[in-house]
């Protein structure tokens, strides 16, 4: 978990940076208007200011959504590895194939098991024979697009699943991909081996 949070805390950075760098301009801007003090004092009381203000918010971010990773890993049943759950998750997988003949079928059962999933809600926008673009909502953080690519090859399927949040601008979605990611996985996973 540590691993997510230093991760949510880095990709915080940027914007808490932005707010403390406002904080400073107007710690600044109010202490140097007063002029009771001299210009390097104002300067070094508002850059601690913003940095402290910028770290403190870091840290809000990152908890924040260590708190629903943790939430939908508890609410999902699943474990979190070492590796931390990014806002864009793309994994790559081979299956042995005994119950499906073709990927149509394949996209078929998937998006049919991941519309079975108990507190998760599925749209699907594309689904071809050998592609599905899926609209996932139900883990905290917000809708996420899945797209599932599959294809056999002699008796393997080779499954590449791909999941990002569904607005563009997102940094930090509380592992909401990365939760269905694990859940799409496990779906298909499941449909090839009924």
Same mark, same amino acid.
């Given at each position: 978990? +540590? ?7 880095? /990709?915080?950075?940027? @914007?808490? @940076? ?11 801007? !109010?202490? @140097? ?9 104002? /300067? ?16 809000? %971010?990152?908890? %924040?959504? &260590? %708190? ?21 998750? !793309? ?5 042995? !194939?005994?119950? !499906? $003949?073709?990927t149509?079928?394949?996209i078929?059962?998937? %998006?049919?098991? /991941?519309?079975? #999933? $108990?507190? /998760? ?5 594309? $689904? ?7 609209v #996932?909502? @139900? ?12 294809? +056999? ?7 590449? +699943? ?13 592992? $909401?991909?990365?939760? +269905?990611?694990e859940?799409?996985? &496990? ?8």
């Amino acid at each position: 978990m +540590i691993h997510f949070w230093r991760a949510a805390f880095m /990709l915080s950075l940027v @914007g808490s @940076g932005i707010i403390g760098i406002l904080v400073a301009v107007s710690m600044a801007g !109010v202490l @140097g208007l007063e002029g009771e003090q001299e210009m390097n004092d104002i /300067l070094l009381q508002s850059f601690v200011a913003g940095a402290l203000v910028s770290t403190l918010f870091a840290a809000l %971010v990152a908890s %924040v959504n &260590s %708190v629903h990773l943790m939430r939908n890993v508890a609410r999902f049943g699943l474990q979190v590895e070492n590796s931390s759950p990014s806002v864009r998750y !793309v994994q790559e997988f081979a299956a042995p !194939v005994v119950e !499906v $003949a073709d990927t149509t079928q394949l996209i078929e059962a998937s %998006v049919r098991g /991941l519309k079975e #999933c $108990a507190g /998760l809600s599925a749209e699907v926008k594309i $689904a071809n024979a050998e592609t599905a673009h899926i609209v #996932c909502s @139900g883990a905290s953080g917000g809708n996420v697009i899945l797209e599932i690519q599959t294809s +056999i090859v002699s008796n393997s399927v080779h499954v590449s +699943i791909k999941t990002a949040p569904e607005s563009s601008w997102k940094r930090l979605n509380g592992g $909401a991909s990365w939760i +269905i990611s694990e859940i799409a996985r &496990s779906v298909v996973t499941k449909s090839t081996v009924r």
